[in-house]
């Protein structure tokens, strides 16, 4: 856990993955033939077949998980040092509430987020929800200070640590999707007899729109394309019985749809089989909202077969996003036994 927690606690929203990349690309270059980053900044990282046969063209293999992280802007600074914000990704204003944030500057500030305070708000506006546009960074100082160390254009990420809860649960910021990111780099370092070319991508400004894997898997032009990701947990109360879905606890979640794609079925029955023979726990995940890099994969060039594997996450775009440990276990195991064993694949025939 001690790699999935510097993933998560290195900062990095979309567009500005810089330091992340960097941890990223020194796991993977121990683990690979090579590794490159691309324009848009993903890591791409290739371990080529395990194999005697020179003659026989590989099946290209392209796993994607993202690295970049949801967060802000600052946009402007007031009169008094307090920092206005723009979004980089999807929020719950609700989350928003009272955060401690860190301000990457010309140094790091601490600062919280700020709104007008209970005490002086009118009827009306406890009864309204919050909104985006009333709410500020404190970072303490006032605006000449502020301006000596903070620009338009800075990013911002919140202050919380990852955390282990108990001997099965962690919770943190940024697990959506570092989790993915750590999965990937696990099971390369645990495959040994792969008979297919593996290009691992960590993808970047997927929150911003599927960016980083439209243009990796362009450049791959993979055969088979396998998007891991963050899945949401259905298991938490208020969700009606008839509308639950994967849950903590149960498993890895074989994605059969989300808002972005539908997995090949064939794919689909592939992994399925590969975790009943091998014995691993396995939930089928149909998400009718909230997609994920397979999207843009499946879309590159004139089409790729592709699907996804997803580890379930309560409290998806929240700081305190939690993941079962066995679920993550489960994961690595099932992508390592789909790379030692996908050159086998009826489907492919």
Avoid: W
């Avoid at 194999?51 to 802000?72: P, S, V, Y």
């Avoid at 639950?244 to 498993?251: A, I, R, V």
């Amino acid at each position: 856990m001690e790699l999935l927690k510097k993933l998560c606690e290195t900062p990095g929203i979309s567009g500005y993955e810089s330091l992340v990349r960097t941890v990223v690309k020194e796991e993977l270059e121990g683990l690979c033939d090579k590794v490159e980053t691309d324009c848009l900044g993903s890591v791409i990282a290739f371990k080529k077949a395990v194999t005697n046969d020179q003659e026989t063209k590989k099946k290209k293999i392209m796993l994607a998980a993202h690295m970049d992280q949801i967060g802000f802007l600052v946009k402007s600074i007031d009169s008094k040092g307090y920092i206005r914000f723009a979004r980089v990704g999807g929020f719950d204003p609700k989350t928003l509430v009272a955060q401690r944030v860190i301000v990457h500057g010309k140094k790091d500030l601490v600062g919280v987020i700020g709104s007008k305070p209970i005490h002086v708000l009118e009827e009306a506006e406890k009864k309204k929800a919050p909104d985006f546009k009333d709410f500020y960074i404190d970072v303490g100082l006032a605006k000449k200070e502020v301006e000596d160390l903070i620009q338009p254009g800075d990013f911002i990420t919140f202050d919380r640590d990852f955390i282990r809860m108990n001997d099965k649960m962690v919770t943190s910021l940024a697990l959506d999707n570092r989790v993915g990111v750590y999965v990937i780099i696990e099971a390369l370092r645990r495959v040994k007899n792969n008979q297919v070319d593996i290009y691992a991508v960590a993808t970047s400004q997927e929150e911003v729109g599927l960016r980083g894997a439209t243009t990796s898997s362009y450049a791959i032009e993979p055969d088979i394309g396998i998007a891991l990701d963050v899945t949401i947990a259905m298991d938490t109360p208020g969700i009606k019985e008839e509308e639950k879905g994967c849950e903590l606890g149960k498993g890895t979640a074989i994605a059969v749809m989300n808002s972005s794609m539908i997995a090949h079925r064939g794919l689909c029955n592939f992994l399925k089989e590969l975790a009943e023979k091998n014995k691993i726990n396995y939930q089928m995940d149909i998400m009718e909202r909230g997609g994920t890099d397979a999207g843009s994969i499946q879309k590159a060039r004139c089409g790729v077969i592709t699907g996804g594997i997803s580890i379930p996450s309560r409290y998806i775009h929240s700081v305190v996003e939690m993941c079962h440990i066995d679920d993550i276990e489960a994961t690595i195991q099932l992508l390592v036994c789909f790379l030692e064993n996908i050159h086998r694949a009826d489907f492919l025939k």
